[in-house]
């Protein structure tokens, strides 16, 4: 697939079928970060086979660790692990390469990356990160693209995230394991995959007080051992499908989903733009008109509306009949769909951090480029809901974190190809 370079959607009448929705990206990423903590082999069952999963596999490669992939199970042999500094090649390619700063340093004391890379949604700076690791007494030293970081020893300690960044959280998390003494992170991020990371840790045998609150307490241990790992499902992936039925004729069962929990900010936004959500035993029903309600959203830090989902929203909210507005509250250069949306035929004003969007507007089929993982996916949403036949370009960027949208789409009856 990797010689393909773009999607063609058509427009569709309805959405009817059966979903399977894959494993977590953003949570399977952390904890194959925290099995460096362990001299073992772990398994990662129900992991997503997407390209983040695969380049984070060969930096563990590079640190001597032995990684195979299959039929969505992932193992981990770290017996051989050993240090080695990580290329800037492969860190610029994935964000969540940064989190191997805390367990590296955990395990060997020294960490040498280049600067982790991803999406272009704004600065999405590290310096969180390495104000935590200074105050837990690392060196910090950054020469152009490449991090280096030292310390004696870990030392546990008090440090307040003045923003509760999921990635600081993380990377402090696994370090704070392999420090001396109590480290207590006071506003911290509460995100599922958060709790998810901190339930894996215990079950290696770390010691974490105030899971799923913003104040963690980690007592340093050096007695971990390796543990298995059953991945959740993915929420934005989830949500995608969930706002997408807003916007299209619906009757769709959703699969693969244990507990919606971890969902029910996603299911409220979907339910006020029009789709009706149920849940049973083994699936959950999504159904809707295709007539979406508008209105004012707004992201936020969870449990609010995830700052992933707002261009899927505003993709649908360009199908409503009145005006909508969206605010972004997290990320400052996340309103890059409006360019791709406008090649489209949608009238969209952005204001700062707020963005209106003309309603009563219909979209013409056209070709459009992914720049990022999350609007590359709601261009094609957008594909959707605009006449005729549309073409999304650069699709690398929605195989970061879609196993097959094509192939999910397929399930649902949709005209869609990769070309």
Known sequence: MSSLKAISVK??????????????????LPVMAATLLTSGISVIYNCPMIEDVQVMCRLLECLHVKTSLAEHTLTIDTREASYEPLPYSLTKRLRSSVLLLGSMLARWHKAELGMPGGCAIGLRPIDIHLEGLVKMNVDVNLHKEILSCETYYLQGCEYHLRFPSVGATENLLMAAVGAKGRTILRGAAKEPE???LCNYLVSMGALIEGIGTDVLIIKGTKELVSSDYHNVYDRIVAGTYLLMAAAVPSDIKMTGIEDIHYLKNIIQTASKLGVNVIKFDRYLSIQSLGKVAAGDFETGIYPEFPTDLQPVLMTVLAKAVQDSSVTETVFENRFAIVKELEKLNARIQVKEQKALIKGNIKLQGHTVKATDLRQGAALVVAGLISKGYTTITDISYIERGYEDIVRDLHCLGVDIAYV
């Open 11 to 28: 427009e569709a009448g309805e959405l009817k079928g059966t979903i399977e929705i894959q494993g977590s990206k953003n949570t399977v």
């Open 194 to 196: 958060i709790i998810e």
